[in-house]
Protein backbone atom coordinates (compact mmCIF):
# COMPACT_ATOMS: atom_id res chain seq x y z
CA UNK A 1 0.00 0.00 0.00
CA UNK A 2 1.07 3.37 -0.96
CA UNK A 3 1.25 6.20 1.21
CA UNK A 4 0.07 9.97 -0.45
CA UNK A 5 0.27 13.41 1.37
CA UNK A 6 -2.34 15.34 1.23
CA UNK A 7 -2.17 19.09 1.37
CA UNK A 8 -4.98 20.67 3.25
CA UNK A 9 -6.14 23.97 3.80
CA UNK A 10 -6.68 24.25 7.56
CA UNK A 11 -8.70 27.44 9.20
CA UNK A 12 -7.77 27.73 13.26
CA UNK A 13 -9.41 30.33 15.53
CA UNK A 14 -8.72 31.74 18.57
CA UNK A 15 -8.45 28.96 21.15
CA UNK A 16 -6.98 31.48 24.09
CA UNK A 17 -3.57 31.05 22.70
CA UNK A 18 -3.97 32.56 19.10
CA UNK A 19 -4.93 35.92 20.32
CA UNK A 20 -2.42 36.23 22.94
CA UNK A 21 0.97 35.54 21.05
CA UNK A 22 0.92 34.78 16.85
CA UNK A 23 0.14 31.41 15.18
CA UNK A 24 3.22 29.53 14.43
CA UNK A 25 4.06 26.15 12.52
CA UNK A 26 4.71 24.79 15.61
CA UNK A 27 1.50 25.75 17.02
CA UNK A 28 -0.73 25.16 13.54
CA UNK A 29 1.12 21.50 13.91
CA UNK A 30 0.31 20.83 17.26
CA UNK A 31 -3.25 21.38 16.44
CA UNK A 32 -3.39 19.99 13.60
CA UNK A 33 -2.39 16.73 15.22
CA UNK A 34 -3.79 16.93 18.04
CA UNK A 35 -7.25 17.59 16.62
CA UNK A 36 -10.00 15.62 17.82
CA UNK A 37 -8.19 13.11 19.41
CA UNK A 38 -6.13 11.91 16.34
CA UNK A 39 -2.82 12.20 18.18
CA UNK A 40 -0.74 12.10 14.67
CA UNK A 41 2.81 11.97 15.22
CA UNK A 42 4.85 14.65 14.71
CA UNK A 43 6.49 13.87 11.11
CA UNK A 44 3.15 12.98 9.71
CA UNK A 45 1.88 16.84 9.58
CA UNK A 46 3.85 19.04 7.52
CA UNK A 47 3.05 22.92 7.79
CA UNK A 48 4.14 24.74 4.86
CA UNK A 49 2.35 28.36 5.34
CA UNK A 50 0.65 30.63 8.03
CA UNK A 51 -0.91 33.58 7.47
CA UNK A 52 -2.87 35.02 10.67
CA UNK A 53 -5.17 38.16 10.75
CA UNK A 54 -5.85 39.02 14.06
CA UNK A 55 -7.39 36.03 15.73
CA UNK A 56 -7.53 33.74 12.69
CA UNK A 57 -5.21 31.70 10.73
CA UNK A 58 -5.08 30.22 7.56
CA UNK A 59 -2.52 26.85 7.52
CA UNK A 60 -1.54 24.93 4.53
CA UNK A 61 -0.63 21.53 5.59
CA UNK A 62 0.68 18.55 4.11
CA UNK A 63 -0.97 15.74 6.38
CA UNK A 64 0.76 11.68 5.45
CA UNK A 65 -2.45 9.82 4.46
CA UNK A 66 -3.32 6.36 3.44
CA UNK A 67 -5.52 5.89 0.90
CA UNK A 68 -6.79 1.64 0.16
CA UNK A 69 -8.70 1.35 -3.14
CA UNK A 70 -10.69 -1.59 -4.17
CA UNK A 71 -11.11 -2.71 -7.91
CA UNK A 72 -14.84 -2.92 -8.94
CA UNK A 73 -16.10 -3.54 -12.23
CA UNK A 74 -12.67 -2.71 -13.60
CA UNK A 75 -12.21 0.44 -11.86
CA UNK A 76 -10.73 1.49 -9.13
CA UNK A 77 -12.58 2.52 -6.27
CA UNK A 78 -10.96 4.41 -3.33
CA UNK A 79 -13.05 2.61 -0.22
CA UNK A 80 -11.54 3.56 3.11
CA UNK A 81 -8.69 7.00 4.42
CA UNK A 82 -6.31 6.88 7.54
CA UNK A 83 -4.54 9.99 8.80
CA UNK A 84 -1.04 9.04 9.71
CA UNK A 85 -1.14 5.71 11.61
CA UNK A 86 -4.67 6.19 12.93
CA UNK A 87 -7.32 3.70 12.14
CA UNK A 88 -8.87 3.37 8.62
CA UNK A 89 -12.56 5.17 8.09
CA UNK A 90 -14.94 3.91 5.62
CA UNK A 91 -14.95 6.76 3.27
CA UNK A 92 -18.31 6.68 1.68
CA UNK A 93 -19.38 6.67 5.00
CA UNK A 94 -17.41 9.27 6.09
CA UNK A 95 -18.80 11.96 3.49
CA UNK A 96 -22.05 10.79 4.07
CA UNK A 97 -21.54 11.95 7.15
CA UNK A 98 -20.65 14.93 6.19
CA UNK A 99 -23.34 15.51 4.13
CA UNK A 100 -26.15 14.94 6.39
CA UNK A 101 -24.44 17.71 8.82
CA UNK A 102 -24.29 20.28 5.76
CA UNK A 103 -27.82 18.77 5.22
CA UNK A 104 -28.43 20.01 9.32
CA UNK A 105 -26.53 23.85 8.76
CA UNK A 106 -28.43 24.04 5.50
CA UNK A 107 -31.71 23.52 7.58
CA UNK A 108 -30.38 25.46 10.75
CA UNK A 109 -29.23 28.95 8.31
CA UNK A 110 -32.93 28.10 6.78
CA UNK A 111 -34.81 28.12 10.02
CA UNK A 112 -32.75 31.45 11.26
CA UNK A 113 -34.25 33.19 7.81
CA UNK A 114 -37.39 31.85 8.47
CA UNK A 115 -37.36 33.62 11.86
CA UNK A 116 -36.31 37.05 10.52
CA UNK A 117 -39.22 36.43 7.74
CA UNK A 118 -42.18 35.81 10.42
CA UNK A 119 -40.44 39.08 12.67
CA UNK A 120 -40.33 41.10 9.52
CA UNK A 121 -44.12 39.61 8.98
CA UNK A 122 -45.79 40.42 12.20
CA UNK A 123 -44.71 44.49 12.06
CA UNK A 124 -45.66 44.99 8.17
CA UNK A 125 -48.60 42.39 7.97
CA UNK A 126 -46.90 40.51 5.26
CA UNK A 127 -43.75 39.17 4.12
CA UNK A 128 -41.19 41.07 2.31
CA UNK A 129 -41.60 40.90 -1.53
CA UNK A 130 -38.15 41.32 -2.65
CA UNK A 131 -36.71 39.88 -6.42
CA UNK A 132 -33.40 39.45 -5.21
CA UNK A 133 -31.27 38.37 -2.04
CA UNK A 134 -29.77 41.20 -1.61
CA UNK A 135 -33.09 43.00 -1.26
CA UNK A 136 -34.35 40.54 1.05
CA UNK A 137 -30.64 40.88 2.82
CA UNK A 138 -31.68 44.63 3.13
CA UNK A 139 -35.57 44.41 3.86
CA UNK A 140 -34.11 41.82 7.10
CA UNK A 141 -31.30 43.34 8.54
CA UNK A 142 -30.54 44.49 10.95
CA UNK A 143 -34.16 45.66 12.06
CA UNK A 144 -35.25 41.60 12.05
CA UNK A 145 -32.53 39.45 12.15
CA UNK A 146 -28.65 39.51 12.32
CA UNK A 147 -26.81 39.69 8.85
CA UNK A 148 -28.29 37.63 6.36
CA UNK A 149 -26.07 34.75 5.19
CA UNK A 150 -26.33 34.09 1.29
CA UNK A 151 -24.50 31.26 0.65
CA UNK A 152 -25.34 27.57 2.17
CA UNK A 153 -23.03 25.48 2.82
CA UNK A 154 -22.30 24.01 -0.87
CA UNK A 155 -21.85 27.61 -1.67
CA UNK A 156 -25.18 27.65 -3.56
CA UNK A 157 -27.51 31.08 -3.21
CA UNK A 158 -30.35 30.76 -1.14
CA UNK A 159 -33.67 30.60 -2.87
CA UNK A 160 -36.48 33.24 -1.57
CA UNK A 161 -39.71 33.04 -3.08
CA UNK A 162 -43.05 34.43 -1.83
CA UNK A 163 -46.31 31.86 -2.61
CA UNK A 164 -50.06 32.50 -1.89
CA UNK A 165 -49.71 30.80 1.54
CA UNK A 166 -46.28 32.45 2.58
CA UNK A 167 -42.92 31.56 1.60
CA UNK A 168 -40.44 29.40 0.05
CA UNK A 169 -36.91 29.35 1.00
CA UNK A 170 -34.57 26.78 -0.64
CA UNK A 171 -30.88 25.71 -0.21
CA UNK A 172 -30.44 23.80 -4.13
CA UNK A 173 -27.78 20.89 -2.09
CA UNK A 174 -24.83 19.20 -2.98
CA UNK A 175 -26.16 18.79 -6.59
CA UNK A 176 -26.14 22.88 -7.18
CA UNK A 177 -30.11 22.06 -8.64
CA UNK A 178 -33.19 23.34 -7.85
CA UNK A 179 -36.11 20.53 -7.71
CA UNK A 180 -33.82 17.92 -6.91
CA UNK A 181 -34.02 15.18 -3.91
CA UNK A 182 -31.47 16.34 -2.09
CA UNK A 183 -33.28 20.30 -2.06
CA UNK A 184 -33.32 21.56 2.11
CA UNK A 185 -36.45 23.36 2.16
CA UNK A 186 -38.55 25.47 4.72
CA UNK A 187 -42.03 26.89 3.78
CA UNK A 188 -44.56 28.81 5.61
Not at 52 to 64: F, I, L, M, R, S
Not at 143 to 156: I, K, V
Request: glycine share 8%; net charge neutral; proline share 5%.
Amino acid sequence: MKRYGVTVLVLLWASGCAARQPMSKKVARENIRQFHGLSLPTEAVYVESVSQVGDHAVVEATVKTGFKFRSVGGRWELQEIRLGEGEWQNLPALIRALEEVRRQEARRLLESLARGLENYREKNGEYPRAPTLQELADALSPAYMPALQMLDPWRNEIVYRTTQEGFLLLSPGPDHLEGTDDDVAVRR
